[in-house]
């Protein structure tokens, strides 16, 4: 089985390092589906699951990212992500919870700082509940 090499990094830790046979990433244009010696591009992420397809592993690895960017080269992926959450690590009522909080502060912001921050937080939040919603579906 072909295989490629995968780096998924947020701004506070690398998230995944190690192979995949297939990668799922939504991106600006909708979901790109990469195998291994994939043409090279370049392409913005938007919130959503990066799905993983791993060999010798039943279930695919979820990453719920809030956006980025994505880099594909024939045998490599780097995705660098502005906020990466393995789906183990999400939880649907605090996500929810994240969204309210996120969108309050985004009308409540009172300068530029904190409405970007406002921004990046529901991105994360979105990303977090398309990827539960994306578990729920798939069983």
Do not use: C, W
Not at 69 to 85: G, H, M, N, S
């Amino acid at each position: 089985m072909s295989t490629m090499q995968v780096e998924v990094v947020s701004n506070e830790e690398n998230i995944y390092s190690g192979e995949a046979s297939f990668v799922v990433v939504p991106t600006l244009e909708g979901e790109l589906g990469i195998y291994p010696h994939h043409e090279p591009i370049m392409s913005l992420v938007r919130p959503g699951a990066l799905r993983l397809r791993v060999p010798d592993q039943k279930d695919e690895i979820l990453v719920a990212v809030s956006g980025g960017v994505l880099e594909v080269q024939p045998d490599k992926i780097t995705l660098l992500a502005d906020v990466a959450v393995r789906s183990a690590e999400m939880d649907q009522q605090r996500a929810e919870e994240a969204k309210k909080a996120a969108e309050s502060s985004i009308h409540e912001a009172q300068d530029d700082a904190s409405l970007a921050k406002a921004h990046v937080a529901l991105a994360a939040a979105i990303a977090q509940l398309k990827t539960l919603d994306y578990l729920r579906n798939r069983k």
